[in-house]
């Protein structure tokens, strides 16, 4: 095996520190995500299965956006 290059190394770090469009297009999604739930501040009724709870909607929409984000990194990381 031929030790690697300083050059070959490069671009392989570059590659996985640059902003490729569809990086930012996440990272806004993910920022417009965020505004629409802070401004959704409201107390609202939730019914989990049986019982009702009051919170506020920032809260439930946070904690569904987490879920989300957490199954799809699961997902994603069982793919490789």
């Known amino acids: 095996m031929s030790p690697k290059t300083s ?3 490069s671009r392989t770090g570059d590659k996985r520190r640059r902003m490729t ?3 930012i297009a996440v990272l806004l999604l993910g ?3 965020l505004i ?3 401004e959704n501040t ?3 009724r939730i019914r989990l ?3 009702e709870v009051t919170m506020p909607l920032w809260t439930a929409l946070l904690a569904t956006g987490l879920i989300g984000a957490l199954c799809g990194a699961y997902f994603m990381g069982r793919r490789r």
Do not use: G, Q
Request: aromatic share 12%; hydrophobic share 50%; net charge positive.
């Open 7 to 9: 050059e070959s190394r």
């Open 21 to 23: 469009p569809a990086r």
């Open 31 to 33: 920022v417009l995500a």
């Open 36 to 38: 629409f739930i802070f």
């Open 42 to 44: 409201r107390d609202t």
């Open 49 to 51: 299965l049986v019982p």
